[in-house]
C-alpha cells in the first residue's frame, strides 16, 4: 500500500479512534489533522473558530492536509468539514484512499451530548449534518458504523483497501 489512508465523516463518528487503531496495524504513521492545526499553529481549533473566524480555520486546515498527504503514507483523520471546503475532497481522493465513517446523528448525539465545548458547530449540529451529508456520500467508501465495534470498523476499512 503506497498510498495514505485519509477517514472522513461528521464530528463525533469516531474518526480518530478508529484511526488510532487502524495505523497501529498497519504500521503507519497516526495523524489527526484538528490536532496538527493545533500543534502546527499553536492554537485550538475553537480559537480559530473566535478568532480569525471559520474561514481562516478552513486555509490553515486545507493547507495542513495538504502537506500531510503529500508526504509519506499515514492515515489521517480528517477534520468534520475537511471535505466540504474548495477542492479538499478531490485532493484527498488524489493522494489517499478516502473512506467516510457513517453513523445516523441521534447515535453520535447520544456519543456527545448536547453541548460539546470543544466542537465549535456543535450547536448546528442538525441543519450541519443534512447539508454535509450530500457531500460524504460524494467519498464512495462508506463504512456504516452503526452496531460495530472499532475491531470491526478497522476491519471493514482493511477491506475496503485497494491491492498494489
Known amino acids: 500500500?503506497?498510498?495514505?489512508?485519509?477517514?472522513?465523516?461528521?464530528?463525533?463518528?469516531?474518526?480518530?479512534?478508529?484511526?488510532?487503531?487502524?495505523?497501529?496495524?498497519?504500521?503507519?504513521?497516526?495523524?489527526?489533522?484538528?490536532a496538527e492545526i493545533e500543534r502546527r499553529s499553536g492554537r485550538s481549533c475553537t480559537q480559530w473558530f473566535a478568532d480569525p473566524g471559520e474561514g481562516a480555520f478552513r486555509e490553515?486546515?486545507?493547507?495542513?492536509?495538504?502537506?500531510?498527504?503529500?508526504?509519506?503514507?499515514v492515515v489521517l483523520a480528517l477534520g468534520g468539514g475537511t471535505v466540504h471546503h474548495g477542492d479538499n475532497l478531490s485532493f484527498a481522493q488524489a493522494h489517499a484512499h478516502v473512506?467516510?465513517?457513517?453513523?445516523?446523528?441521534?447515535?453520535?448525539?447520544?456519543?456527545?451530548?448536547?453541548?460539546?465545548?470543544?466542537?465549535?458547530?456543535?450547536?448546528?449540529?442538525?441543519?450541519?449534518?443534512?447539508?454535509?451529508?450530500?457531500?460524504?456520500?460524494r467519498i464512495g467508501a462508506r463504512i456504516e458504523c452503526s452496531g460495530r465495534t472499532t475491531d470491526q470498523l478497522v476491519s471493514a476499512i482493511k477491506g475496503s483497501l485497494p491491492c498494489e
Not at 485519509?6 to 504513521?29: D, E, N, W, Y
Open 1 to 34: 500500500m503506497a498510498k495514505c489512508i485519509a477517514i472522513a465523516g461528521f464530528m463525533g463518528v469516531g474518526k480518530t479512534t478508529v484511526g488510532r487503531q487502524l495505523a497501529r496495524g498497519l504500521s503507519l504513521p497516526f495523524v489527526d489533522l484538528d
Open 60 to 73: 490553515m486546515e486545507t493547507e495542513v492536509m495538504e502537506s500531510v498527504l503529500s508526504g509519506p503514507p
Open 99 to 137: 473512506v467516510w465513517l457513517d453513523l445516523p446523528l441521534g447515535e453520535i448525539r447520544a456519543r456527545l451530548g448536547i453541548q460539546d465545548e470543544q466542537r465549535p458547530l456543535w450547536k448546528d449540529a442538525s441543519a450541519l449534518y443534512e447539508a454535509r451529508r450530500p457531500g460524504f456520500e
